[in-house]
């Protein structure tokens, strides 16, 4: 008995020391989106603005955003570990990834009047 308690305890540590890596903290990920000016060129919710992409709901993984914001392709200015760690991200991720999702045309009832009310 106590030898299955203790497998079951080396299991559970494993899930939580794996599944804790995807699982940020989002309230902390969006103190640290406004603390480190994504907001800035993203906007306040990672829906986009005058120079950043939308990233709200991002269709990166964890480890493609990390990957993404260490060297980005384009005129991102590039966030290194000492600035922003791999945990940080984490929370950032969980952050954009709690965000509403984008609406789609056919949703907005504006977008839709158009055209058809005569
Ligand atoms: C100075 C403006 C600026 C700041 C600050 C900035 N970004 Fe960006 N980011 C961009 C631009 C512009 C792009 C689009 C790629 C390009 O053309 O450069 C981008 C792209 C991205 C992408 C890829 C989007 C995709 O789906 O391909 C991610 C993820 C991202 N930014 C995350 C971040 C995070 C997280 C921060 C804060 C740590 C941040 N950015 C800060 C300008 C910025």
Redesign the pocket.
């Known amino acids: 008995m106590k030898r299955v308690l203790y497998v079951m305890l080396i299991v559970r540590c494993l899930a939580v020391s794996s599944f804790g890596q995807a699982n940020g903290n989002a309230q902390e990920g969006k103190r640290?989106?406004m603390k480190?000016?994504?907001y800035?060129?993203?906007g306040t919710s990672g829906q986009g603005g005058r120079?950043?992409?939308?990233?709200a709901q991002?269709?990166?993984n964890l480890q493609?955003?990390t990957r993404?914001?260490r060297q980005?392709?384009?005129?991102?200015?590039a966030?290194t570990e000492k600035i922003?760690s791999d945990r940080e991200?984490t929370d950032?991720y969980a952050y954009?990834k709690s965000l509403p999702a984008a609406k789609a045309p056919k949703d907005i009832p504006l977008l839709n009047d158009i055209g058809t009310s005569k």
Request: some cysteine; glycine content about 10%; hydrophobic content about 50%.
């Open positions: 640290l989106f480190h000016n994504c800035y060129c993203h120079d950043g992409a939308r990233i991002t269709a990166l493609g955003l993404y914001v980005p392709a384009g005129s991102m200015p966030f922003l991200l950032i954009l």
